[in-house]
């Protein structure tokens, strides 16, 4: 149990630390925030590796959305769920409101977090942080020159001085090795 929890404090500070060093690297100015656009659909499975391109012996990190705008309301959901092999699951789920694509074709999908379930090996699952409902977001961007997908995703924690805006791009912290992102307009 208390490898879990720090497991969960672990990867919240990778998190943090990813999306941290990426945001630093870029020091531009941050262009503005895009508005949702009138007709979106996006479906996207993804399994994510925050440590390079390749596997991740141990680990399954995946995240999984449905979302749609349509005439400006966007409605949806998004999973996030972090498997350890030897301490068990955390899996974070939102309700998406907002659903942009900027000028790149980076995807962004932002929400509250409706609850975030965390199940030890062996053990029963639990609410983390029950009650809280902070803003998290996934940005799926295009392929980059060496043909690698990457992925933002983070949550508002101000512990680890983390913010994720409504609509606001999350910076890239993780690999994509397998699954796909459609959007149809």
């Not at 503005?32 to 991740?56: D, I, K, R």
């Not at 030897?86 to 694509?101: N, Y």
Request: proline residues 8%; hydrophobic residues 40%; negative net charge.
């Amino acid at each position: 149990m208390r490898k879990l929890t720090t497991a969960v404090a672990l990867t919240t500070a990778a998190v943090a630390l990813a999306a941290g060093t990426v945001g630093t690297a870029a020091a531009a100015p941050a262009p503005a925030t895009p508005v949702p656009a009138q007709h979106l659909a996006l479906y996207s499975w993804t399994l994510l590796n925050e440590y390079g391109p390749g596997p991740n012996p141990g680990e399954r990190l995946t995240a999984q959305v449905s979302a749609r705008t349509v005439d400006g309301h966007t409605r949806g959901h998004a999973v996030v769920q972090h498997v350890f092999e030897k301490s068990g699951t955390i899996r974070a789920e939102f309700d998406v409101d907002c659903l942009t694509v900027d000028g790149s074709g980076a995807i962004t999908v932002t929400g509250p977090i409706s609850q975030t379930v965390v199940t030890p090996i062996g053990g029963e699952p639990y609410l983390f942080e029950e009650g809280r409902h902070p803003e998290a977001g996934l940005t799926f961007y295009p392929a980059d020159e060496q043909h690698q997908r990457r992925v933002g995703w983070n949550r508002t924690n101000p512990q680890m001085h983390t913010e994720v805006v409504k609509c606001g791009a999350v910076p890239a912290g993780f690999w994509v090795i397998d699954g796909g992102t459609f959007l149809r307009r």
